[in-house]
């Protein structure tokens, strides 16, 4: 042990010393890390140690191990009720020997100039003899350990008076210390009874055991604010005689939660296997049987010798997936258990309608004499309209019957046949059921023959763009190009229509992408470099706004090619917006930060409303064909378009119409103000060789307009 940091002499005044040597107990003063200070001659003869052995020593070394932590304590109740006097407190010391003795400790707090000492009387009580010494005995040896649990200790004497407690059983109980120390333990016991559920059952317990002196008990006790405390009660003894009582209060609340939270996963995991069993066979939102069930049924059929038809009918949702992004999943599940409705009323008689998953659903029908009747009433019955939430909707389905007759064929070759009608049926313009035919099969072979020419299509040199120009009716002039991406194949120019959503399904929607901008940047460069007013558009796949650096690969390539980002559109259909994703509109808002515009493709054709126009980050519309070949001769009266543009120019966006293909549809747009024309009337898509042949074109054709319209 270190030296303390000041000797006796720095401490102590002359008339001090007198008094500490007069003293028959022994006295030592203790710094704040419980170094002595200060050992009178009482202290060296009861300890066994010199006085410059015990200065400078830490005081533990006088105290048995079990009661080193009795300073500590005094001291904090010194400093917690400076004005109280404290009673003596029964410990064991341990003579310079190694040999133990009963004592007790008795303290006050001094000031030295600023430093707070204990100064610290021991008093041998080993002389005390009889039945008192044994209790004292007994109650400091239980003192020492009540500090020391984490339960909280109450000790009672056979008089009915406090004979010991712990800081904890204040703590647990939250009773102020003072009223341990009342006269009475009524203030006690009402803050006790305040607490619990059932007061009176605790109190008849403290009595019945206060009756039965060598009782013992061990019960549980509920609070009113959730908790639970296990109590147990024993008799204190001290050789063969009673001299108190020991409760004992532990706090297992958290166990009893842990048992309450493992009964009920149990009670969950009950459910769930049951739950489990029901989904074993049956699909738990529509009630229909599932894939499981279907697919044994199937194999079962197959086997019956007696059955001389087996048809499948595997049925897929049209643009279901609209519904959902749109609607939200509620509406969806709401759509699903309706399909599921219909389909059973349509066929009461089906060995097994099952969903085998998302918005596909299959039949089983055994020897039934007109299989493609009962499709034609499946496709008529789901195609009626019905009302989620106040919107109407009218399911689509597209169908494949698969059927298998003299010629045995596994259930698996069955369902892939019905799974290839039915994309056949998506393929030929939905809402309809086809039969499987073997030249269907021919055609997927074809399709996965063009994703594998799709994947070396680049690295080939396949892909090129042609670009058709756009005018303004009021400059008289083409002031935008489209870039439309192009595959040419062995000589065959593949439709964008066969090859874009195929290079979407498989990804290569992104690599096409970027070699389509970098071609339509270097071939128009010279040409946006004239006129800042210029412009290219380029469409723009939602797949490639889920990359995280479109915008700045964009970017980079308008930069590389030295055309102004305010020079670009970026051309999206509405669908890119359906999805919640956040990354969409932040490479749009990124580009449109840069100067880039963006274009709002085949406006109208989708599920939103001319009012959500000013929810979109977008800059212009482009009015879907189909909608500018409603004007035939050009006297017509249609609302929507007028309806189309007025609403874009009062929302502060342009509006180009695509698809014009003769003189009375362009006149009829310009009437209406429509600020840009794009068309077969101007020119058809043209490769970058013939670019200045389409620039002629589109002049040419604004000019006849322009002669024919007379002056304004």
Not at 80 to 99: F, I, K, L, S
Not at 608 to 616: E, K, T, V
């Amino acid at each position: 042990m270190g030296r303390s940091r000041r000797q006796n002499n720095e401490f102590a005044a002359p008339a001090f010393d007198v008094f500490l040597e007069a003293s028959p107990d022994a006295l030592l003063a203790l710094d704040e890390d419980g170094a002595i200070l200060i050992a009178n001659a009482s202290a060296s003869r009861l300890f066994g140690y010199s006085r410059d052995e015990l200065i400078g020593s830490n005081h533990w070394m006088l105290l048995s191990e079990g009661f080193r932590n009795e300073t500590d304590l005094l001291h904090a109740r010194l400093v917690a009720q400076p004005d109280e006097p404290q009673p003596p407190r029964e410990v064991y010391g341990r003579h310079r020997d190694g040999t133990e003795f009963a004592a007790e400790i008795a303290g006050s707090l001094l000031d030295d100039v600023g430093s707070p000492v204990l100064l610290l009387s021991v008093r041998s009580t080993a002389h005390r003899t009889g039945p008192d010494a044994d209790l004292n005995e007994a109650m400091s040896l239980l003192a020492a350990t009540l500090e020391s649990t984490a339960d909280g200790i109450l000790v009672i004497s056979s008089e009915g008076k406090i004979a010991g407690l712990n800081e904890q059983f204040l703590t647990m109980w939250s009773i102020p210390p003072e009223l341990m120390k009342a006269a009475s333990d009524e203030p006690a016991m009402r803050v006790i009874l305040g607490q619990v559920k059932d007061p009176e059952s605790f109190l008849a317990r403290v009595m019945d055991l206060t009756k039965d002196a060598d009782a013992e008990s061990h019960d549980t006790i509920d609070f009113l604010d959730g908790r639970t405390f296990e109590r147990y009660s024993r008799p204190q003894k001290v050789g063969d005689r009673i001299v108190g009582r020991v409760w004992s209060f532990r706090d297992v609340t958290p166990r009893r939660m842990a048992q309450e939270q493992a009964e009920q996963a149990l009670a969950d995991l009950a459910a769930q296997a049951e739950q489990l069993r029901a989904m074993a066979f049956k699909d738990p939102l529509t009630g229909l049987a599932n894939r499981a069930v279907f697919n044994a049924e199937l194999v079962r059929a197959l086997k019956e010798p007696r059955l001389k038809s087996v048809d499948v009918l595997l049925l897929d949702l049209d643009d279901f997936k609209e519904v959902n992004d749109i609607l939200g999943h509620q509406a969806g599940d709401d759509m699903l258990v309706e399909v599921s409705r219909r389909l059973r009323g349509c066929l009461p008689n089906a060995d097994v309608v099952a969903r085998l998953g998302g918005d596909e659903f299959v039949v089983l029908l055994t020897a039934c004499p007109d299989v493609e009747a009962i499709a034609e009433c499946i496709v008529r019955c789901l195609h009626v309209p019905f009302s989620i939430e106040g919107t109407v909707l009218r399911p689509s389905l597209s169908m494949g019957l698969a059927s298998i007759g003299k010629d045995a064929r596994g259930a698996s070759e069955l369902l892939r046949e019905a799974d290839v009608a039915m994309y056949a049926a998506k393929a030929a313009g939905k809402n309809r059921f086809l039969r499987f035919h073997p030249d269907m099969m021919t055609a997927l072979v074809r399709r996965t023959d063009l994703e594998a020419g799709l994947q070396l299509a680049i690295a080939r040199g396949e892909i090129s763009v042609d670009f058709q120009p756009i005018v303004s009716p009021r400059m008289g002039r083409v002031v935008e190009f489209e870039a439309l991406a192009r595959w040419n194949r062995e000589n065959h120019r593949v439709p964008p229509a066969v090859f874009i959503p195929l290079a979407e399904r498989s990804g290569l929607i992104n690599e096409i992408g970027t070699e389509v901008m970098a071609q339509s940047l270097q071939h128009l460069a010279s040409w946006l470099s004239e006129d800042p007013s210029r412009s290219l558009s380029m469409n723009v796949s939602g797949v490639q706004l889920q990359e995280l650096d479109f915008a700045e690969n964009v970017l980079r390539l308008a930069e590389t090619s030295g055309v102004g980002a305010y020079q670009l559109v970026m051309e999206v259909t509405e669908s890119v917006f359906f999805d919640a994703d956040c990354n969409v509109i932040k490479q749009l808002s990124r580009l449109r930060a840069a100067g880039a515009r963006v274009a709002l493709d085949d406006f109208g054709t989708g599920y939103s409303s001319l009012g959500r126009l000013q929810d979109l980050p977008v800059d212009i519309v482009k009015i879907d064909k189909t909608f500018v070949s409603m004007v035939r001769t050009g006297a017509e009266r249609l609302p929507i378009l007028s309806s189309m543009i007025n609403m874009a120019h009062s929302l502060g966006l342009t509006v180009t119409a695509e698809g014009i293909e003769t003189e009375e549809q362009a006149n009829y747009l310009i009437a209406l103000e429509c600020d840009s024309l794009q068309g077969y009337l101007f020119s058809h898509p043209e490769p970058a060789d013939r670019f200045e042949h389409a620039l002629k074109n589109a002049g040419e054709s604004l000019d006849v307009l322009a002669s024919r319209s007379g002056p304004s």
